[in-house]
């Protein structure tokens, strides 16, 4: 670390785990003035089993303890449900399947808590997000780039990162892989050293998703259909699908013919195939399912998507690259077509599965993430 910045004073966002907590202590063996916060982002039944940020908090302020450094809570509830919530709703009322942590990042942990850290003195704001950013020499523009570690890079999450948020964050984990990291906070005697990572929805915990959605959005049966047209089951409500989805359809495996008082299904190698969902129709109400994980409904080469946010501030020139259409997939190599309006579109030459309406598609070139867009349609 370069020793000018020795003094600078850096706000973390302390969220209870492991990762803010050791990025927290990295930055203090480097000598910034380390002060940290913890953003309590949700209001709605925060005392319930699934979603207690006063258990996060105690296990903060016990890691401020350790380390040595202040820590202030600070409630941005508001700022969430309208920024993220609201936006999460309607996607989700729409048909689409959004993903809030991308909104979150953008909205509340570097705008409402990068704007709060500023007025606190701040000179820069840290995560505990697998990312980097580097300012490239030659062009003068930060660089988002991945985690070295590549079971844990969250670039994907923060690629509508500006280059304003991007010279205002450090990202201290960023070149370490977990394993590290654990072994760090366990070497420190920080008490969440062993701490179960969180995968539930960004601040509002890991609770049974169709149950929680039910609360904010009506039920709304209809049919399940297969790619014949023939009804095969019923549905709650689009909203609660997504595609891809395998788990909760309430259909199994079809029967061979000779088991059924019927014909209305043909016995074949793909009768005890799993089921997928693979169309929504809005106008019908209608839930499209295929069976078989490499079913050609299931598989696009194509995508378009809007609004787009690009790390440099501008477009990357049309040309071939490399993208992911959602989180835990390996970066697949396409053609980028920029368009009017923040949209672009993308051409795969290996079909992409489940390309999902609403879910990010992000653009790299190596291990830089140049931004993204939102995945309107598929084909």
């Known amino acids: 670390m370069d020793r000018q910045n020795v003094k600078q004073r850096v706000v973390v966002g302390l969220s209870g785990g492991v990762d803010s907590a050791v990025s927290a202590w990295l930055l203090k063996q480097q000598g910034f003035e380390v002060i940290g916060i913890f953003m309590k982002n949700w209001e709605d039944d925060d005392d319930s089993e699934y979603c207690s940020s006063n258990i996060d908090f105690v296990d903060a302020a016990a890691v401020a303890d350790v380390i040595g450094i202040e820590i202030e809570h600070v409630n941005f509830a508001a700022e969430y449900k309208d920024r993220v919530f609201a936006e999460f709703l309607r996607e989700y009322r729409a048909g689409r399947t959004p993903n809030p942590d991308v909104l979150c990042n953008a909205e509340i942990k570097f705008k409402a808590f990068l704007d709060h850290a500023l007025r606190l003195g701040a000179e820069r704001i840290a995560t505990g997000h697998y990312a980097r950013v580097r300012l490239n020499a030659a062009t003068q523009k930060y660089e988002l780039l991945k985690g070295l570690d590549p079971a844990k890079d969250q670039s994907y999450f923060l690629h509508r990162l500006t280059q304003a948020q991007l010279s205002k964050t450090l990202f201290p984990i960023g070149h370490l892989r977990k394993t590290e990291v654990r072994r760090i906070a366990a070497d420190i005697g920080l008490p969440n050293a062993r701490k179960k990572d969180s ?6 915990g890991e609770r049974p998703f169709r149950d929680f959605l039910n609360r904010y959005i009506a039920k709304e049966p209809g049919p399940i259909k297969d790619e014949t047209g023939r009804t095969i089951g019923q549905h709650v409500g689009l909203s609660f699908y997504t595609l891809g989805q395998r ?17 209305s299904y043909k016995a074949d190698a793909g009768a005890h195939l799993p ?12 839930l499209w399912v295929v069976q078989g994980h490499q079913h050609r409904w299931l598989q696009s080469h ?22 992911k259409t959602r989180y835990r997939q390996a970066d697949a190599a396409c053609t980028l077509e920029p368009g009017a309006d923040q949209s672009f579109e993308l051409t795969f030459p290996q079909p992409q599965w489940a390309v999902t309406p609403g879910q990010s598609a992000v653009l790299y070139d190596g291990e830089v993430c140049l931004g993204g867009g939102v995945i309107g349609s598929s084909s």
Not at 199 to 204: N, Q, S, Y
Not at 277 to 285: F, G, H, Q, T
């Open 275 to 286: 089921w997928y969902v693979a169309r929504k129709d809005l106008d019908k109400n209608t």
């Open 247 to 263: 788990q909760g359809l309430g259909i199994g495996g079809l029967k061979p013919i000779e088991s059924r008082a019927d014909d």
């Open 199 to 204: 995968t539930g929805i960004c601040f509002i």
């Open 302 to 323: 194509q995508l378009s998507a809007h609004n787009a946010s690009w790390v440099a501030g501008v477009a990357p020139q049309a040309g071939l690259m490399a993208a």
